[in-house]
């Protein structure tokens, strides 16, 4: 039987982990907070600078792209652009819309949603 793992994105105003002001658009986010969840269990925390934020042209698919490459494939946000939910679509990543100020209430609204 194998377990179920997920690395979820939740893009973030600061590099505070799971404390970190969630941030609205992931193509302008400072940070992105990637969670590990396996069984519903957080196992690994991590704080990457998000490389799209400084590009101008191709953010949507550089975000995307890059996300992916990180082994991303689920992105909680308060709120999503048509493009890159479309890019993120297209890599095969779920974009999730959830409210919360704090990365870890974006993350526990996403997980008890999935329960």
Request: proline share 9%; hydrophobic share 45%.
């Amino acid at each position: 039987m194998s377990s179920r793992v997920e690395r979820i994105a939740i893009p973030s105003k600061g590099p505070e982990g799971l404390e970190a002001p969630a941030f609205g658009q992931p193509i302008y986010a400072p940070f992105f907070t990637i969670v590990t969840v396996e069984e519903g269990e957080v196992r690994e925390v991590e704080v990457i600078r998000n490389p799209a934020s400084t590009l101008l042209p191709y953010r949507g698919p550089s975000l995307a792209s890059w996300l992916k490459h990180m082994g991303v494939n689920v992105v909680v946000s308060i709120s999503f652009p048509e493009d890159v939910i479309s890019s993120l679509i297209s890599w095969g990543i779920r974009p999730v819309f959830a409210m919360g100020r704090k990365v870890s209430e974006l993350l526990e609204a996403y997980l008890s949603a999935t329960k």
